[in-house]
């Protein structure tokens, strides 16, 4: 019930002393009934337990109405409970983990040198990669290539870089005239390019439909002219 406030509290009575944790202050010449009672706690929270303080002033305000409250007249008397509550912020100080640190400065220092390292085996790649469509020789460099690539990513443990390095491999062995390895391996990758986990990556189907087409053709050229199969192995 709101009642207007109290005027004159005895905090120093000995009914509630300042060493009590839960205050039970007598009102003396206030607007209140006589025998009106002031429930006070502080309550000091941190960031991680203002739910738990909050749930220990629910609890008091619980125990202090269940409680009988005397009063010089009990059928003219009001009974009236006062919830104070005091919020403070206690700053985290955080605390560096000098030894993890230096462990995540390492992870972090590897990650980047794979990635650059990962980048130049690309484009050294792709070099061979092209020229692999008139030299064998080229197309077992890029290969060579493509493994280094892979083993790069088996160490990062991307599974989209995985796909990619193997893709690859797939049209390295085309290139060389391996139709059969190159299409199992190529339906393997194109099963994880449509899945969940590789359409975040959209460029993998793209890449194995790509090299797959080229299969075909060169399938078909191969059936339709004998002499195609020496340009290819």
């Known amino acids: 019930r709101l009642s207007p406030v109290a005027t004159n509290l005895d905090v120093n ?6 060493e009590t944790p839960l205050a039970w202050p007598v009102v003396r010449n206030s607007a209140w009934p006589a025998g009106t009672r002031l429930v006070g706690r502080k309550v000091v929270l941190e960031h991680r337990h203002r739910t738990l303080a909050i749930s220990q002033l629910q609890e008091a305000v619980l125990r202090s109405s269940a409680e009988k409250m005397p009063t010089r007249n009990t059928a003219s008397a009001a009974r009236c ?24 400065g390492y992870l972090v220092a590897e990650q980047v040198e794979l990635e650059n ?40 443990g991307d599974p989209a870089t995985l796909c990619r390095c193997r893709i690859y491999i797939a049209m390295s062995l085309l290139q060389r005239g391996y139709f059969r390895s190159c299409r199992r391996l190529l339906r393997e990758q194109h099963q994880f390019a449509v ?13 194995c439909q790509s090299v797959w087409d080229r299969m075909r053709y060169l399938r078909l050229l191969r059936r339709k002219s004998p002499q195609a199969r020496n340009c290819l192995v």
Do not use: H
């Open 13 to 18: 009575s000995a009914e509630s002393g300042p």
């Open 81 to 104: 409970i006062c919830l104070s509550g005091s919020t403070t912020l206690v700053p985290w100080n955080a605390v560096m983990d000098k030894s993890w640190d230096v462990k995540l």
């Open 117 to 156: 390292a990962m980048a130049w085996l690309s484009t050294l790649g792709g070099a061979y990669s092209a020229l692999g469509d008139n030299n064998v020789k080229f197309a077992e460099a890029a290969s060579q290539v493509s493994v280094q690539q892979l083993k790069l990513a088996l160490r990062i």
């Open 195 to 207: 899945s969940a986990e590789g359409q975040r990556e959209p460029r993998l189907a793209k890449m």
